[in-house]
């Protein structure tokens, strides 16, 4: 089968675990209970396009985007072996990329209501949830790469945290870090603000925290599960009235503050790990792997 075949030779082009499972998730989920009748010579832009706009409407633009790329993939494979004659899905319609809402940041207040109440929460307490979130808070990261930073990455002196990759779950091997695709920087590194390395320097214990481990390990140890966290995130930000709060309006907040103490959009795009905060600034300034974010973020402490 043609779709084997390219399989093996994405595959074989050195992708992420994480990356190969997405794109065979799409394929089983969308690619061949649509498309998989047909022959390939059949794909026609219209056929493609028509296609795609019943994912987006069944799943979602994140999804159709996705499908979108995988069969891009295996059309491009089929017409570098004479297959057909060109790729089709290139001149398919584009997939909207407008967010449902606008995004929504916290007000300084709301921040620090939210951590007040958190401590007061034993449950989210058990569940690390808020330093946790104060970890977010202070660094803008996602949930995924918060729970990649251990211990090793933190340096307490320079008040700085190397941000490395993000925790993914691979089907058949677990939970492991995988660097970050999406991002051209490779290893970026974060100032922190003095309210949040005072609570890494809390969380310390030379003899129970080797460089290795974790800084917000799973309960019984090891690398935490995004996926739970974000259960485990949703429960308590609900509890604690503000389910309308997510990990993304936590980057949203720290963006904010960062835009309205007059930072680039670069500074930003470095701090969160964004590729390109504009075509102009990606191609004419060079990038920095640090942001200078930690004196605009001290309003967020205690």
């Known amino acids: 089968m043609l779709v084997d075949r390219w399989m093996a030779d994405f595959e074989g082009q050195g992708k992420a675990p994480r990356t190969v499972e997405q794109y065979r998730y799409a394929i089983d989920r969308s690619v061949l209970p649509g498309l998989g009748a047909l022959r390939i010579r059949e794909l026609t832009v219209a056929t493609c396009d028509r296609f795609l706009r019943a994912v987006e409407t069944k799943h979602g633009a994140p999804v159709a985007r996705t499908t979108r ?38 007000t300084i207040e709301q921040v620090h209501d939210l951590r007040a109440a958190l401590t007061y929460d034993d449950l989210a307490i058990r569940r690390d949830i808020p330093d946790f979130v104060a970890f977010m808070l202070a660094t803008g990261l996602r949930i995924s790469e918060a729970a990649a930073v251990v211990w090793g990455d933190v340096d307490r002196q320079r008040r700085t945290v190397a941000v490395r990759g993000n925790v993914v779950r691979v089907k058949g091997i677990g939970l492991v870090v995988q660097a970050d695709e999406s991002s051209k920087l490779g290893v970026r590194t974060l100032d922190l603000p003095e309210w949040a390395v005072e609570m890494l320097g809390e969380r310390y214990d030379s003899e129970l925290c080797p460089a290795s481990c974790p800084v917000f390990s799973a309960p019984r140890g090891g690398l935490r599960d995004p996926s739970n966290t974000q259960a485990d995130l949703r429960a308590a930000l609900k509890d604690c009235g503000y389910a309308w709060v997510t990990s993304h309006v936590f980057r949203k907040t720290v963006a904010s503050l960062m835009d309205d103490a007059g930072k680039t959009a670069r500074a930003v795009a470095d701090q969160l790990g964004h590729s390109q905060p504009s075509t102009s600034q990606n191609t004419s300034m060079g990038r920095r792997g640090t942001s200078h974010a930690a004196g605009v973020l001290e309003v967020l402490g205690k």
């Open 69 to 106: 790329s995988v069969l891009s993939g295996l059309c491009g494979y089929a017409a570098r072996r004479d297959l057909i004659d060109r790729n089709p899905v290139r001149d398919t319609g584009v997939i909207s990329t407008k967010p449902k809402s606008p995004p929504r940041s916290m």
